[in-house]
């Protein structure tokens, strides 16, 4: 495929996804004698540089940074945010007693458990002058005004502690959370128009950078309001602050080589980062420290535009033929391989017809993916089947505090399951298929998450969700890529950030979802399940795109898929291809 087939008007959203689709849909160019190959795109010169030398290795390596930088952005405020599950009023005349003696005497009881929100309200002097070490049930009670917490399950303070968010109050962390996601919307579209404008390292520099600051802010919040407002402009690093650097690493690859530096980069660098978070929350037992811990490396984001390329194919698509060769030259040399000059002569001809084609798509509009029954009804699929997708995925990271057990430990070990489910992914897409992998990983994932609902709290419960969890990964890493190959080239990438944002618009959503765990611990993981069965059976009303040529026009969208059965199933075909 040419790449103004695969990458066209790219935000920073729109190429991971195009990127990501990259890796099962290239026709085996590098198996092709270099003198005997067509010079179509940037692909077609990988294999005079290398497809993943020492230049792409360095590459690969210096993935870990910003791999680290995106994970800290998407959990870190889980840390910062929870709240312990014990926690009762403080009354400052009490202070000489025992917690216990200052609990049993102050705090009222409903149905023998002690109240969290209410205290009694009675002359603290008068009660322990007379001595009086008991309540009286017959004592006015009014809300408290400040509170203690019992750090057992959560031992270190959090912003939530320190600022009272319990009670009347205990909505503040999910509507926190919420404006996170909210600053994510407006990043994805301000770094998505900054890459596609100026480029992919400047927009790489400024979503880094801006979550350094805010990040730091967020460790002098003293307000829920400077908290939301500091998490806000987090929210804007989020996604783009790896995904970009994704792209750019997944460019210069050679295609044989795309699945596993896509893939791996997930499963180990970001996954790593992810479970180290609890143990540092832990370890430094402060969360402002830990928040600044978890923020000032991304300063080191500064160091960018010296270590990381352009974008080839983003220069290309500017007209900027030159600097793309002049960075082909430096892989080359790192590579210790050499472009013949009459391909790059050929290649300067092929990088003037793509910048003429990217000129041409710019015409189309995500619109023109709703004018057409067929493909109307694709798009809308997939805007829903994504939502869904996005919500389970997110629902299951934020829901481990109420699953009843150490949430530090269900944390890292659900999130450890991002690894094998992606080696899982690798093994098995192409056999099963997008369509059927998407519906099974779904509804396994929400069969499992209702299954956590109807047993136990505790390891039943844990166990359960994490099998969810594990399902809902595999999910999450299909998503984008499926909707890539089911959208026509003219309109994929506005598409691809269509569907994306409107992921971002339902994780809002998300923690009051997670928050209804304070009425039901079973309310979340049912509304997650239905999502995720939900989501699954979409999927089947879309065909199956494994091993076919991507559609390039909207005529080519409409008629996609018109002549598969709903049985159809790559691996059984295959075989009944070779049989035949």
Known sequence: MESHEKEVKVGAVCDTMTSTLELRNENGQNGVPPSKQQIKDLDDLLPYVGGFGWYQRLLFLMMIPYSFFFAFVYFAQIFMTVVPSEHWCYVGELKNLSVEERRHLSIPRTNGMYDKCHVYDVDWKIILNEGISAPDDSWPVKKCESWEFNFTDIPYETIATQLGWVCERDNYPATAQSVFFGGAIVGGLVFGWIADKYGRIPALLGTNLIGFAAGVGTAFSNSFWSFCLCRFLVGIAYDNCFIIMYIIVVEYVGPKWRTFVANMSIAVYFTFAACLLPWIALA????????????????????????????????????????????????????????????????????????????????????????????????????????????????????VGSLGLDMFVTFTVATATEFPADILLILSLDMIGRRWMSFGSMVISGVFSILAAAVPIGIPSASLAIVGRFAVNISFNIGMQYAAELLPTVVRAQGLAFIHIMGYVATILVPYIVYLATINTIIPLLILGALGILGGCLCLFLPESTGKDMPQTIEDGEEYGRDQSFWNIPCIKQKKDVTA
């Open 284 to 399: 430094v037992a402060d969360w402002k420290v830990y928040t600044l811990i978890t923020s000032v490396p991304l300063g080191l984001a500064i160091l960018t535009p010296w270590v990381v390329p352009e974008s080839a194919r983003w220069l290309i698509s500017q007209g900027r033929t030159e600097e793309a060769i002049k960075i082909m030259k430096r892989v080359e040399t790192i590579n210790k391989k050499k472009i013949p000059d009459e391909i790059i002569k050929e290649f300067r001809e092929t990088a003037a017809e793509i910048a003429r084609t990217e000129r041409e798509i710019k015409n189309y509009s995500a619109a023109d993916l709703f004018k057409t029954p067929r493909l109307r009804r694709h798009s809308i699929l997939l805007v829903i089947i994504w939502m869904s997708i996005a919500m389970v995925f997110d629902g299951h990271v934020r829901n």
